[in-house]
């Protein structure tokens, strides 16, 4: 039942968004200073989530792949078609449930126990389109930035880790990833974040807007947004590539 | 004219009051006192229809606000100053833009202009020189000021406080107090006060509405108030230790 009110109240709000982007334009700033700080705030911890990504792949498929007649272009091949169609989407996704997701269930969520979403929506404000929207919108944004970032920081993490260990010859790995590069990887995996950047900040925005009950409260909602997220981001994951692969 | 009719609200089972009617009439200033817990703030959100009630209705100039499209409840909120219970303040800008912030989206106004108006009412309730701090550098008093002098910058035709003076040390209580009282008088606004405080019952208010077991228990004019044998009422009113 509980979880019948929620599916409406998520849909109402999302609906409320959308209905009311006609106003946007009055809000514009806000949309800019989500994106930085969804998108631009949030390169560091992907560059190095990406990097030790590529890294620990590179060593561990060339571990795996001990016998002598595979070339070793072969380890460029998987990992950089991992990287592309899988790791560097969910990966991305599941750190940035955290961060992102977190920030955004933390700021609404006192918003709203501090009563002011209520000032926002007394002085004459849609405060789902002032808060609601710019948020979702950045991640919906951003996210197939911060994938490309994931997936160059996980090649340069693999070349990083093939120099450094020796696992197999730089040329070899970057001659393997472009013998399987496909646009269509790229495509698929640009799909995946525009999703997962609208799962995270839409759960999240849901759970900050409703949140009730003080700092508990925002807690609570905080938690619930970042653990959703993370279900949500896998379940979609495995959606999209029953559907798309 | 402000008409409160029959308005019955809860929260999933949880009844807060039921048919509530009160009328407030123009440039009167009502106090709605009640326990912790006995619903006033919920009361004050339908009236800028912040929250809907199960049933009833509020009548503003005879216009049901429940039924209004949200164009038209826009309007109608700017038309309500409202200082919330812990002010409410946005906490990532700073005082001054706190209180241009309405001014800032909702006026056309040039930029010497809101800052002008934004010290005008920085200066009526007292806060001359704190504009560039953020909320979380004033204390409890000071943000409710804040909070007080943002409600006024639109020159509202209502005004609604939650408790204004909870929190705040005697003195600055009297000055808000006679805030109120002044803002009711030289612009003719419509107040409803929240409070606790008996001091400022007695100090700002026409009518009293008094919330008790989910209803309202008691309402009239203060010089009912000092009469009244209502039980309820004498007890709430002794317990703020103030003699009458
Ligand atoms: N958004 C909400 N959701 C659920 N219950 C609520 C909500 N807002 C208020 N309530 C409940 O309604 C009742 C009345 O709350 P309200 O805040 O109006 O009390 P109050 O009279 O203003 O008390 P106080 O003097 O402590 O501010 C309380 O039991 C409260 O738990
Ligand atoms: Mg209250």
Known sequence: MRLFIDVGRYCRLIYEAIRSSTEFSMYWKNLINEMVKTGYDSLPIIMLAGFFTGAVMTIQTSYQLVAGFIPATTIGSIVSQSLLIELAAVISGLVLAGRVGARIATELGTMSVSEQI????????????????PRVLAGVFMFPIIYVTAVVAGLLGGIASALMTGALPVSDFMLGARQVFTPADVSFGIIKSFVFGFIITSISCFKGYFATGGAEGVGKATTQAAVLSCIYILLADFVLAFVLL | MIEIKNLTKSFGKNLVWKDVSIDIHPGETLAIIGKSGSGKSVLMKHLNVLLYPDEGEVLIDGENVFEMRYARLRKLRQRFGVLFQGAALFDSITAFENVSFPLR??????????????????????????????????????????????????????????????GLDPQTSNEINDLIINMAETLDITSVVITHDMHSVLRVADKVAFLDEQKLSWYGTIDEMKTSDHKALKAFVKASEYTI
């Open chain 1, 118 to 133: 209520d000032a926002l929506e007394s002085m004459g404000f849609n405060s789902v389109t002032f808060l609601v929207m």
């Open chain 2, 105 to 166: 989206y909702f006026s056309d106004f040039t930029e010497q202009e809101i800052r002008n108006r934004v010290l005008e009412s920085l200066d009526l309730v007292n806060l001359s020189d704190i504009g560039n701090k953020s909320p979380a550098e004033l204390s409890g008093g000071m943000r409710k000021r804040v909070g007080l002098a943002r409600a006024i910058v639109l020159k509202p035709d209502y005004l609604l406080y939650d408790e204004p003076t909870s």
